[in-house]
Antibody, heavy 122, light 107 residues
Framework: QVTLKESGPVLVKPTETLTLTCTVSGFSLSNARMGVSWIRQPPGKALEWLAHIFSNDEKSYSTSLKSRLTISKDTSKSQVVLTMTNMDPVDTATYYC??????????????WGQGTLVTVSS | DIQMTQSPSSLSASVGDRVTITCRASQSISSYLNWYQQKPGKAPKLLIYAASSLQSGVPSRFSGSGSGTDFTLTISSLQPEDFATYYCQQSYSTPGTFGQGTRLEIK
C-alpha cells in the first residue's frame, strides 16, 4: 500500500525558511522511474507544481520559484525534503507531496499525501 | 511553460446528467494529458492518464478523449460522489502544469 505523508510547521513568519518532509511507504525512492513531487495549492486556488526529484537524483524546479527551492531525498529514511527560503504571505497554501511514476506518459502523479497547510504570518 | 486552460470554470448539473469538461493546451502535447478529481479538504486523485486511460479503481462512467491541444473529460451519468473540482495536467514537458480547475456543483 503506497502512502505519502507531509510534515512540517503549520506557521512560519515572513522571511523565514520553510522545511517540509514527505515520508513515503509502499515503494522505494531507489526504484527506477520513481520520483516525488511537491505541489502546492493556495486556499481556493489551483494546483501549482513546485519541484520533483527522481531515484537517480535528477531534480527539477518551478521556473518562477527556482531561486528559493531546494529538494533532496534520503533513501534510507524514505524521505523527500523541500526547503523554501524567504517565505511570504502569498506562499500560504496546502503543500502536497505526490508520487511520480515516470513511464511512457511522462510525469503522472498517481499517489498523493493528505497535504499540510502552511500559513505565513507574523 | 505550457499553459492549460479549462472550461467551464464552474458547472451546475444534476444527478444522472452527462457532463463534459474541456481542457486546452497552449501547444500540442500529443496524448500527455491527465485528469484529477479533488473533493473539498482532500488531496487530488488521479482519474485518467494518457488522455483516455482509466486509472485502476476509477468507475467506468469517467472517460477521457482528445489529443494534440484539445481534450475532454466526460462523466456519463453523474453520481452524488462526483461533485468535486476537476483538474487537467499536462505531462508532455516539465513543469507538468495544471489547468485552473472546473468546479462541478449540484444543481
Amino acid at each position: 500500500q503506497v502512502t505519502l505523508k507531509e510534515s512540517g510547521p503549520v506557521l512560519v513568519k515572513p522571511t523565514e525558511t520553510l522545511t517540509l518532509t514527505c515520508t513515503v511507504s509502499g515503494f522505494s525512492l531507489s526504484n527506477a522511474r520513481m520520483g516525488v513531487s511537491w505541489i502546492r495549492q493556495p486556499p481556493g486556488k489551483a494546483l501549482e507544481w513546485l519541484a520533483h526529484i527522481f531515484s537517480n537524483d535528477e531534480k527539477s524546479y518551478s521556473t518562477s520559484l527556482k531561486s528559493r527551492l531546494t529538494i533532496s531525498k534520503d533513501t534510507s529514511k524514505s524521505q523527500v525534503v523541500l526547503t523554501m527560503t524567504n517565505m511570504d504571505p502569498v506562499d500560504t497554501a496546502t503543500y502536497y507531496c505526490a508520487r511520480i511514476e515516470s513511464g511512457s506518459w511522462g510525469i503522472v502523479f498517481d499517489y498523493w499525501g493528505q497535504g499540510t497547510l502552511v500559513t505565513v504570518s507574523s | 511553460d505550457i499553459q492549460m486552460t479549462q472550461s467551464p470554470s464552474s458547472l451546475s448539473a444534476s444527478v444522472g446528467d452527462r457532463v463534459t469538461i474541456t481542457c486546452r493546451a497552449s501547444q500540442s502535447i500529443s496524448s500527455y494529458l491527465n485528469w484529477y478529481q479533488q473533493k473539498p479538504g482532500k488531496a487530488p486523485k488521479l482519474l485518467i492518464y494518457a488522455a483516455s486511460s482509466l486509472q485502476s479503481g476509477v468507475p467506468s462512467r469517467f472517460s477521457g478523449s482528445g489529443s494534440g491541444t484539445d481534450f475532454t473529460l466526460t462523466i456519463s451519468s453523474l453520481q452524488p460522489e462526483d461533485f468535486a473540482t476537476y483538474y487537467c495536467q499536462q505531462s508532455y514537458s516539465t513543469p507538468g502544469t495544471f489547468g485552473q480547475g472546473t468546479r462541478l456543483e449540484i444543481k
